[in-house]
């Protein structure tokens, strides 16, 4: 084994073997090594959880590491993300129900990670990228740019000196330990999980004839379903192979993980929020369990001109709601490829370090606010339906936007356009506070079954088909969908405190029938 190699990777989970596929797929010469504990072929179904994903993830998955035919044959299509609420233990079509009735343009996946880690496993050896499994990384070392890396597994222990080192592994990752890198992040939030070999089908938890005709493509089942709450929402994702995993997110003031920190006790809190989904899953069999508490983290560098790199969980992670966390896969290794890339070419990498890591920061610090005291507000239908709406609509119109067009480490912005950013992150920021304020309040009501169509809020099926149309000129379409989410964001403020204001030709273009479905 060459003990030299241009790129060490530690953990070979879903960022660690995508980085690998990358990197060889940009530079096949590149000498790739990825160092992973656990051994291959790993289980399926009950592997690890963060099984849904939206555009940004898909996007990178199929297009950028070249997985669509393995994710059309082997995951299951997602039908959006759907939210319900105020159930309260009647049948489902009695609850506000927050989704699409047809396919956005935009695919995404609900994905089996055991199935896909172990197809990635494969590829990346036949990429010509070394795979170690089965192996543990004993000790991280680096000192000025000397990277050392002590390795132990089956056939004894060896040492690798890379030029670049990547800790692609978990929150406690051997490098991030080391450097004594972890940051808090100050949002209180809580997580307990499970899979069951069932098929839990939100879709059968009710009868009526009009409410199972609303989903038009897909099923309600290959949705990612939210049922929401005050200070919480769970989750229902249905894997390939029949199974479903479910989880409880939530507010550690509101609900403390000790209420539902194992199997029997998050049945009986299920049972007080959510009993329908309780009486589901009762008598199923459990294939795991976990729980993980103040999941949320942050790191103090990602990014280090001495050519080391945080990616994966041993970088950042937020929260699991709108299922961000292959995006930020992602964003952190399309830098960590380019960084590698432009190093090869000038043997410099820290002009490209400071850069990407104020613009990782930047998207970090905007995703932190959709979640950051939000919680409260989850079983508020209102509030939820309109910021879902502008939470989208700026996903779409500038982060998502930007990856899908390759613009997401540009380095060339004018001034013009920075200031423009900045502008509309300030914007974004507002909005956040203003739902914030609402959130704190902890509304919820009986839902009355109203459908909000999110198919048919014409600005969100726009950007969302802009995302699959690709841009002709980014600048220029960049430059719209800012000034578009300028003028939307007082519209989103008024509707937030006055559901029955009047609306202007203007909103109607935008939202559609958005306003009368908030005052039904």
Known sequence: MNTQPDVAIIGGGLAGLTLALQLRERMDDL?????????????????????SMVEIGAHYLSHTVGLQDHLDKAHVRKNGLRFHFGAQGRELHHADELGVSHLLAVPSYQ???????????????????????????????????????????????????????????????????????????????????????????VGDWSGDATWQARPRDLPRRQSTNHLMGPGY?????????????????????????????????????????????????????????????????????????????????SGVFL??????????????????????????RSGDARRDCLLFEQLYRSYFNSSLSLYQ????????????????????????????FLYVNDAITRAGLT??????????????QGLQARFRARASEARQEPGR?????????????RLNASLARGAKNVERELQDNIAELERLAPLIARRLDDASAPAGDWEREQLGELPRWLQA
């Open 319 to 344: 929260d699991p709601f709108y299922s961000p966390g292959t995006d930020f896969i992602a964003i952190a290794n399309t830098m960590v490829t380019t960084l590698v890339e432009n190093d090869r």
């Open 373 to 400: 005291g939000q919680y409260p507000g989850f079983g508020d239908r209102h509030l939820m339906a309109l910021k879902s709406t502008w939470d989208y609509c700026y996903y779409w119109g500038v982060l998502a």
């Open 449 to 461: 079954g109203v459908f909000i169509d999110q198919y048919r809020i014409p600005i969100l099926k």
């Open 31 to 51: 000498d790739v090594v990825v160092v992973e504990r656990n051994h291959h072929p790993v289980p399926t179904a009950a592997h690890k959880v963060g099984e």
């Open 415 to 428: 001034a013009d356009e920075r200031a423009r950013l900045a502008a509309v992150v300030g914007v974004h």
């Open 233 to 313: 929402w769970c989750w229902l994702i249905p894997l390939a192979c029949g199974a479903t995993s479910i989880g409880i997110v939530a507010d550690g003031g509101m609900h403390p993980l000790e209420d539902y920190n194992s199997f029997d006790r998050a049945l009986a809190w299920l049972g007080r929020y959510e009993p329908v989904l309780a009486d589901a899953v009762a008598d199923k069999p459990v294939m795991d369990f976990g729980f993980l508490r103040h999941f949320s983290h942050d790191a103090q560098t990602l990014y280090s001109p001495e050519r080391w790199a945080l990616a994966g969980e």
């Open 111 to 201: 994905v089996d990670r055991g199935v896909l880690e172990n197809e990635l496993g494969q590829r990346v050896r036949a990429a010509g990228g070394r795979f170690v499994d089965g192996t543990r990384v004993v000790k991280a070392t680096t000192d000025s740019g000397a990277h050392r890396l002590q390795c132990r597994g089956d056939d004894g222990e060896f040492e690798l000196r890379p030029r670049w080192l990547v800790d692609a592994g978990s929150r406690a990752g051997p490098l991030r330990r080391s450097l004594a890198l972890a940051r808090p992040v100050e949002h209180d939030v809580n997580a307990a999980w499970f899979r069951v070999d069932a098929d839990i089908d």
